[in-house]
């Protein structure tokens, strides 16, 4: 079965770094393209960022372009997201996402505190 398992979460201050991690299994990786979302307190789950299988394309929401990069090892299958110049309102539960025959599969999420 189709499994995403996030980490890397954390408390940073903000200007900060973090690089999360979502490791999948159960499906042909490299086949589908992966995406990150978040949730923030109160808010309704927000896209953060795309790339397609191969990893040649990617796309941003506007908040986190120009910080945010995510990338892929089809390899590892496992998909990145590295977060730099962190802002108080990028704290949120951080998701990894794909879609496979029809449906879409979410991990469980990693924890994202900015805060001084």
């Known amino acids: 079965q189709v499994q995403l398992v996030e980490s890397g979460g954390g408390l940073v201050q903000p200007g900060g770094s973090l690089r999360l991690s979502c490791a999948a299994s159960g499906f042909t990786f490299s086949s589908y393209a992966m995406s990150w979302y978040r949730q923030a307190p109160g808010k309704e789950r927000e896209s953060v960022a795309l790339i397609t299988s191969t990893g040649v394309s990617t796309n941003y929401a506007d908040s986190v372009k120009g910080r945010f990069t995510i990338s892929r090892d089809n390899a590892k299958n496992a998909v990145y997201l590295q977060m730099n110049s962190l802002k108080s309102e990028d704290t949120a539960v951080y998701y990894c996402?794909?879609?496979?025959?029809?449906?879409?599969?979410w991990g469980q999420g990693t924890q994202v505190t900015v805060s001084s």
């Open positions: 996402k794909v879609w496979v025959a029809g449906r879409n599969y």
